[in-house]
């Protein structure tokens, strides 16, 4: 069974860094694309980045240059480096994998459990 594990979130004051990552456990052999999506309370969750497998990146135009998705596709792991973070950036991130295969099953997608990230002073 495959899943997605995620970790580094945290308390972080305005204008500092963390690194999440997100681990795809199991037998896999290819993932298509991953990605990193955040839910903040009162608003809709937000597609925050996407990381393909060929090594394309998109980025929400909220965290564009201050956020970098990148994938470590030997790893099946998936990270997003979060630079000059604002109280705004406050949410649960979640990772997501767009097609899955393994030796057994395809999965069409699957998430994470959620980390949550609080930008405060």
């Known amino acids: 069974q495959v899943q997605l594990v995620e970790s580094g979130g945290g308390l972080v004051q305005p204008g500092g860094s963390l690194q999440l990552s997100c681990v795809a456990s199991?037998?896999?052999?290819?993932?298509?694309?991953m990605s990193w999506y955040r839910h903040a309370p009162g608003n809709e969750r937000e597609l925050v980045a996407t990381?393909?497998?060929?090594?394309?990146?998109n980025y929400a135009d909220s965290v564009k240059g201050r956020f970098t998705i990148s994938r470590d596709n030997a790893k099946n792991t998936v990270y997003l480096q979060m630079n000059s973070l604002k109280p705004g950036d406050t949410a649960v991130y979640y990772c997501?994998?767009?097609?899955?295969?393994?030796?057994?099953?395809?999965?069409?997608?699957?998430w994470g459990q959620g980390t949550l990230v609080t930008v405060s002073s």
């Open positions: 997501h994998a767009d097609s899955i295969v393994t030796p057994f099953v395809r999965y069409a997608a699957l």
């Open positions: 990381a393909t497998s060929a090594g394309r990146t």
């Open positions: 199991g037998s896999i052999l290819r993932i298509n694309a």
